[in-house]
């Protein structure tokens, strides 16, 4: 069983920052990728970010300069430090990871319960 649990988020003022936590646990053998997603009402769910086991990182323009993502892997977690955050921003923000549970199994994609981002004055 792998679990990814997500913390931070909440209701931040334009212009604020927040911070995204997310630790996974479990029956891994190996984590290649580690990101966060998001989904606004009515849209689709939009990558943010992603990093690799090696450090290679990628961004949704849209958060470019702003956000960034970084990784533990020794500890299995991942953070998204979000600054400059704008209204466009408000989101649940769910946690991914693409990993295997054994050395032969195929690569899975798992998911956190989301975390509520809300940018508002």
């Known amino acids: 069983q792998v679990q990814l649990v997500e913390s931070g988020g909440g209701l931040v003022q334009p212009g604020g920052s927040l911070g995204l936590f997310?630790?996974?646990s479990g029956s891994i053998f190996s984590i290649n990728v580690m990101g966060w997603y998001?989904?606004?009402p009515g849209k689709q769910r939009e990558?943010?970010?992603r990093i690799t086991s090696g450090g290679s990182t990628n961004?949704?323009?849209s958060v470019k300069g702003r956000f960034t993502i970084s990784r533990d892997n020794a500890k299995r977690t991942v953070y998204l430090q979000m600054?400059?955050?704008k209204p466009e921003d408000t989101a649940v923000y769910y946690c991914n990871a693409n990993l295997r549970t054994r050395m032969y199994d195929p690569v899975v994609d798992?998911?956190?319960q989301g975390t509520q981002v809300t940018v508002s004055s």
């Open 22 to 24: 997310c630790a996974a």
């Open 38 to 40: 998001r989904q606004a």
């Open 110 to 112: 798992y998911w956190g």
């Open 47 to 49: 990558l943010v970010a």
């Open 59 to 61: 961004y949704a323009d």
């Open 83 to 85: 600054n400059r955050l």
